[in-house]
C-alpha cells in the first residue's frame, strides 16, 4: 500500500484499480489463419453444448436461451393478434348494414377498446421485442442477449398481463371506453374494465421497458469485436433508435396511468374540472406516449426492409448513413407530433401550428428512408423473393398511408376528418403497410434462420395476394366513409346517412384480409417435421445471423468473429469457416458457463468476458408475483396485493443475488486469439451499470411527468394552486432533502472507501445510508401530514401526494439497495474488487437525489411562487 | 365534407382534390419505379446517382413540396376560426343530447333550443362549446371542421354557411354507450327566414287545441315530465332534459336519431332504452296505449 | 476522460442537431403556452418565436459545420465502411451534417406559424 504521511485523507489506500484487457487487438492476418486442432474444436464444441443445452420436460419453460424466449414471445403476441383480428371481425359484421344489432352498443364498445388495445399493446410493440430477442444475438454474433433472465421475465409478465387484459372479454368486463382511455369517460365509467386497462396494460408497459433497456444494452455492449459503430447492421441501428425511444415515450404513459388509478381508487382528482383537475392533462400524457409509440411500431419493421432489401439486391444498402439519418431523425421528430391528435381540442392555433409543422416535418426522414430501399433495389439487381414480394406490398400500402398522412398533419383539413373513417383508414395503411406487411415479409425471410426450414412459396404467394386484395377492399372504401362524414367507434348508423354500400363493401373486404392471414398462420404452424432442413444460408445474405449452423445448435455461434465489413458474410473470406473451427474468440467453456463478450460502445474493442445467466425458476416466480401485484389492485384486494408485490420484489433479490455480480474463479482469462479479457468489471465498463442507467432515463421521464404535470395546472387553470391553498411545511421538506443528501453520500462514500479496501468504514455507512434513507422519507411524509392537506379535496393536494409517494417509493427501493451491497460485503459476495453492486446501487442514488431535490422543490417552495 | 354548403367546407373540399391528384400522381410514380425496378430488372444504377436519387426524391421534393403545403394550411386556420359577426350558438353537450342556446345579442338573454342547429347563410356565426360529465365534439361536416366539447373548458369555433339546405351532424367524440346516436338535424336558412324562425323559437309553447292535445297535456303534467324538461309558458320548468318548448318544429327526436313523428314519439316514450341505450329518460311503458298516443300527439304539435 | 468524449467519436456530436430542435420546440411550445395562457400578448410571443428560431438556426448551422469538417469524405469512395478510425470519424460526420439539415428544416418549418397566425385562439 502507497501511504503518504502529510496529510489524512491521502494516508488512505489507493483504490484497486480497474482491470483492463490485455494482449493483441485487433487479430493479425497470420493469427487468423493458423488452423485449430480438430481434437481440441470437438472437445470445446462439446463443452459448449453442454453449456447451452436447453432443459428438458417440464423444466424446459424455465429455459431463458434468447431463441427459445423469443420464439414464445413471437408466438404469444402472435396469438394475441389472431385474438384481436377477431374481434375487428366482429365489429365489421356489426357495421356491415345500417341499423344492425348483432353486437350491443356495450359489447361493440368493449370490442373496439379491446382491438385496438390489444393491438398496439399486446402485438405491435411486443412483437418489435420478441423479434428483436430472436434476432439481434444473431445479427452480432452474440450468444445471447446480455441479460437473458430478463428476457424471460419479460415474456412470462407479458403473457400474465397479456391474458388477464384480453380475457376480461370472456366475462363481458372489458374495458369500454376506447383505447385512449380519455377522462372523465374512463374515470367515471363504472366496474373494473377503467382498472383492467390501467394496471394491467402499465404492467405490460413496465415488462417493455425492460426489454427495450436490455435491447439497448445488448446493442451497444454486446457487438462482436471490430463491429464499429459505422459497420452495425441497419436493423441494429434500428433497435437502438427504437430502445430509447421506448425509453421516453412509454413513462408518461406509465405516469399518467399511475395517477389514473390514484384518482380511481382514492378519488385524487387529477382530471376533474370540478376539483381544479383537467382531462386535458391526461390527453397529453397519453400522446406523449401514443405518437412514439406509432413510430416504435413502424420503424422496426423498416429495420426488417433494410435486410431484407440489400439481399434481394445482392448490394449493400445504399445510403446507409442516409438511413441512420433517418432512424435518427424520425426518432426525435416524433417526439414533436403528440398535440396532432389534439387538434380539435381548442389550443392556441399557435400551438397547433408547432405540431403541425413538425408533422410535416418528419415525412422527410421518412421519404429518404423509402427511396434509401428504391435506390438500394436499382443499384442491385433483383431476385424476386417472396420476402420482397411483402416488402413491396408494403411500400405499396404504406405509401398510401404516408400521403394522407401528409394531409391530415394539415391542422383545418383534420378539423374535418379527424375521429372520421379517413382517420381510420389512414391509421390502418400506416400500420398494415408499416407493420404487419413487412413483418410478414421478415417472418418469410427469417423463418430459416429461426427454425431452419422453409415457408411455402406457394402458400406464402396466396396468402399475399389474398391479403393485400382485401386489405384495399376493406380500408379504401373507409376513406370515403370518413368523406362522407361517418364517425369513428360508432355501433351502427342510419340507413339514411348513407353509409350502408362502404361498409358493406368494407366488412366484405375485412374477411378476405382474415382468410389472407389464416393462410399465412396455417404456413407458419403447420407440421414441418418431414420437410428437410433449410441449406445455411439460403438468401445468400451478407449479415451475421446467417453464419448460424444447420441443424441449429443453441449456443448461437460457435466462436465470436472479428469483424471488418458491414457484410461480412459477403466481404469476409473464410470467415463462416473460422467461427465454425473455434478460431475467434471464446470457442471454449472451460469454466462450465455460459458467456458472451462485451465490446466499447462506438469502436466495438473488447472489454470483458460477461458471464450470463441460466436457465431460472426465480424469473417465473417473479413475474407470477409482479403480475399479482398489478393484477389483485383490480379487485380491491390491496393486502393481498401488498404481500404480492413483496413476493416479488423477493424473488427478484432471490434471482439477482444467485446469478448477478457473482465473484469469478479468476479475474482475467483467454479468450482466444492471444487476448486476455476480465471476467468482472464494474462501473461504466459493466452492462448492468448501463441497464441501471438507461432504466433510471426512463424512470426520471416518468417522474419529469408528474413535475410536467404541476406547470400544466398552472398554465392551464387560472386559479393554480388555489389563492388559499394550503401548502406543504418547508421545515420538514428542508429536513427530508438534507437527510437524502446524506444517504447519498453515505452510499457515495461506501463506494469510494470499499474500492480502497477500506471495508469497514464502507459498511458503516451502508448502515447509516438506509437510516438515513428512512429519515428523509418520514420527513417527506410529514411534511404532508403535518400541512393537513387532503388529496381529494383539489388537484392541487393531490398532485404534491402523487409526487410524493412516488419519490418515496423510490426511496425505499434506494434503501433496499444499500442494504443488498451490505448483505453482499457482509457475505463476501461484494468485495473491493468486486463492487459491481455497490457502484450500480450510487448511479440509482445519483438518479434518487435528483428526484428527491426535484420532488422537494416541487411540492416545497415552487407552488408558493406560481 | 364532399359536397360543402359552407365557407369552410368548400375551401377543405377544394383542398382535398388539390391533395388528391397530387398524392395519386405521387403514389404512382412511387410504386411505378418500385414495380420497374423489381420486375423489370433494369440496368444497374450506379451508387452516386442513387444517392442523388435519395437527396432528391426524399429531401428536396418534400421540403419544398410540404413547406408550400403548410403555408397554406397555417394562413388558413385563422380564417377558420375568425371570430363570428353577430350571433352566437352556445352549444353544451349532454349525454347523448345537445344543449343549445341562441344569442343574438351577447348582453340579452338568450333563446333555449334543444338537439337542432339553425344558422343564416351569408354571415359567420360564433359558436361556443362546453359539455358537462364528458367530453364530446361537435361537427357538422358539409359546414367545416368540429372542436372537441370539454367539461370545465370553454371552447369556439365560428361557421359560414353558403347552401340553404337540412343537414346533419354528429357527436365524433367517443362519448360512452350511445355515442353512435348523438347526432342532430342542421338547418341552414337565408338571413330572413332566419330571424322569423327566432322570433318564433323565442316564443312561449303554444296551448294544445284539440282534445287528445288537452289529454295529453295533462299526462305531461302528470306524470312528472316537467321535473326534467321545460315548455315554456306551463308549470314545466325541468333542466335536466331537452326544452321542449318547440320540439314539434324541430327536424329529428331524440338528437337525430328518430323522424319527428307521432309513432316515433310514442315508441320513444315507451322505450327509450331500446332506441337509445344509457338514455336517462325513464320508460312510460305504464301507460296505457291511448295514453301514450295522446301524449305524443301533444308533444308533436309544439310547433 | 476527455479521450472517451471526443468529438470524432462521440454519439452525443452526431445527434446534437436534433437535440438543438427538441430544445428548441420545447421552448416555443412552453413559451407559447405560458404567454397564451397568462397574458395573451401574442406580438410576444412571437417575437420569441422567431428569436428563438433563429437562434436554434444559428447553432444548428454551427453544428453542421463542425460536422461538414468532421464529414471529410474521399470523393472517390464516399461509402465510410472500412473497420477503420477514419471512416469511423467521417460516418458520424456524415450522419451529423444530415441530421443537422433535418433538424433545421425542423426548425423553420416550426417557426412558420409566428408569421401566419396572430392569435391565440
Redesign the interface.
Known sequence: MNRNPTKFWRRWPDPIPHPKAEGVFPPTQAMLSEPVDPATAEAQAARLRKVWKLPTGAHYWTAVNNDQVGKWYTMTAFGFMLMAGLLALAIRVQLAVPDNDVLSADRFNQFFTMHGSAMMFLFAVPLFEAFSILLLPGLLGARDMPFPRLSAYGYWSFLIGGCFVLGSILFDVAPSSGWFMYPPLATEGEGIGPDIWLLGLSFIEVASIAAAVELIVGTIKCRPP?M????MPLYAWYVLVVGVMILFAFPPLIAGDFLFELQRSLDWPFFDPERGGDPLLWQHLFWIFGHPEVYIIFLPSIAIASMVVPTAARQ?MVG???V??SA??TG??S??LWVHHMFTTGL???????F???S??VV??TGVQLFAFVATLMVGRVTMSLPILWIAGAFAVFTVGGLTGVMVALAPFDWQVHDTYFIVAHLHYTLFGGMVFPIIGGVYYFYPFFTKKMLSQRLGRWSFWTTFIGFNVAFMPMHIAGLMGMPRRIFTYPEASGWGLVNLISTFGAFIVAAGILIFAWDLIRPKSRQPLTERNPWRAGTLEWSHSVPDESWGVRSIPY????YPLWDQPDIVERMDSGRYYLADAREGLRETIITS???AIPQSVARVTGPAVCTLVAAFFTGGAFILPVFHLYWAAGVSGALAVAAVIWWLWTSTAQVPETPMKDVGLGLRLPTYVSGPDAPGWWAIFITMTGDATAFASLVFAMFYYW??N?DFPPQDAIHTNLFWIAAGAIFFILSWAATFGARLLNRRTLVKYARALLVAGPIAALCGAACLALAFWVSGMDPATHAYPALVAAIIVWTLAHVVLGGIMQLYCLAGSLKGKLTPQYDADLWNTTLFWHFLLATCIIAALVVGPLPRLL | MLAPAGRDAAVLSDLFWVMLTGAVVLWLLMNGLMLYVTRINPEKMS??RA?VLILGGG?IFP?VT??AL??FS??E??QQ?A?GEGLIVKVTGEKWWWRVEYWPDPDGSPIVSANEIRLPTGQRSEIELGANEVIHSFWIPVLGGKTDMIPGRKT?MSLEPTEVGNFRGQCTEFCGLSHALMAFGVVVESPEDFKAWLEREATDAVAPTDAQSRRGKEIFDGSGCGACHAVRGTDATGKVGPDLTHLGSRTTLAAGTLPMTVSALEDWLRDPERLKPGAKMPAYDHLSPADLTSLAVYLRGLE | MFDRFQRT???WH??AA??V??VH?VS??AA???I???SAA?GD??AI?VGLGLLAISVIAFIGWRAWLQRDLDPDD??????T?D??RA??G??GL??A???A??V???S??????????
Open positions: 471490430g464499429r459503430i459505422n459497420l449493400p446507409y448513413s442516409w441512420v439519418l435518427v431523425g426525435f421528430l417526439f414533436g392556441p392555433q399557435l400551438s397547433l401550428g408547432f403541425s409543422a413538425a410535416e416535418a422527410i426522414p469483424i471488418t465489413s458491414r460502445a462506438v469502436d398554465t392551464a387560472p | 451508387r452516386r444517392e429531401v421540403a410540404l413547406a403548410l403555408v397555417l394562413s386556420m385563422p376560426r371570430i369556439r | 467519436r462521440s454519439l452526431m445527434v436534433p437535440l430542435w427538441a420546440f416555443v411550445y407559447t403556452s405560458v397564451c395562457a397568462k401574442t410571443a412571437r418565436i464516399p461509402v465510410v465502411n472500412q473497420a478510425d471512416h469511423r460516418f458520424l456524415h450522419v444530415l441530421l439539415a433535418i433538424s428544416i425542423g423553420t418549418y416550426v412558420l406559424p409566428a408569421i401566419f397566425i396572430g392569435t391565440c385562439q
